[in-house]
Structure formats: C-alpha cells, structure tokens
C-alpha cells in the first residue's frame, strides 16, 4: 500500500475535526437535558471550550504537516495528553451533571 503524503494533513484535519464535533454533540445533549441547572450549563460551556480548543488543534496540526520542509518535531504528544485530559474531565463533568 502506497501513502500518499499529501493527504497526511487532510486525514489530520478530519480526525481532529471529528473529534472536536463529538465533543461539541455532548455539549449539545446535555444542554438540551435541562438549562436551568447550573451544572449542565456548564458541563456544556465546558464542552464548547473543549470542542474549540480540539478543533484549533486540528487547523495548527493540519498547517504543520502541510509545510515543507516538515519540522523536526512532527509528533503531536502534548496536544494529545491535553486532549485526552480534557475529555476524560468532561466525562466526569457530565456523568456528575447527569446524575444531579
């Protein structure tokens, strides 16, 4: 199987896009359950600042990776640890909003 390169940045740019619009639909749900509790609004507002931040990571790692010549360092650990951080927080944010 041949990888064409040149697709590298748009596979990113949809895995990260995915991601952050997964994160943005929990925001959604919840915030559909119930808007008069503090909890679930900000278990949403929560989600819409993950969302964006996974979606920026996206368009900066998608730039990257369309550059030439490619950086020394290509490997995206910190934005991933963070990502993951983040929406296992979230996680436990809305599990705590849902049971309230």
Same mark, same amino acid.
Request: hydrophobic share 55%.
């Given at each position: 199987?041949?990888? !064409?390169? !040149?697709?590298? $940045? ?10 952050? @619009?997964?994160? @943005?639909? !929990?925001? /959604? ?9 503090? /909890? ?11 969302? @964006? &931040?996974?979606?920026? %990571? =996206? /368009? ?8 030439? $010549?490619? $950086?020394?360092? %290509? &490997? $995206?650990?910190?934005?991933?640890? #963070?990502? =993951? ?5 979230? %996680? #436990?944010? &809305? =599990?705590?909003? @849902?049971? /309230?």
């Amino acid at each position: 199987m041949t990888i !064409n390169s !040149n697709t590298q $940045p748009e596979r990113t740019s949809l895995a990260w896009t995915r991601t952050s @619009l997964a994160v @943005l639909a !929990n925001g /959604v749900l919840l915030s559909l359950k119930d808007t008069r509790s503090l /909890v679930h609004i900000a278990a949403a507002v929560a989600a819409a600042a993950v969302a @964006l &931040s996974t979606y920026l %990571i =996206g /368009v900066r790692r998608q730039r990257m990776l369309a550059a030439r $010549p490619l $950086p020394d360092r %290509i &490997s $995206p650990q910190r934005e991933v640890y #963070l990502t =993951g951080v983040l929406v296992i927080a979230l %996680i #436990l944010l &809305s =599990g705590f909003a @849902l049971a /309230v």
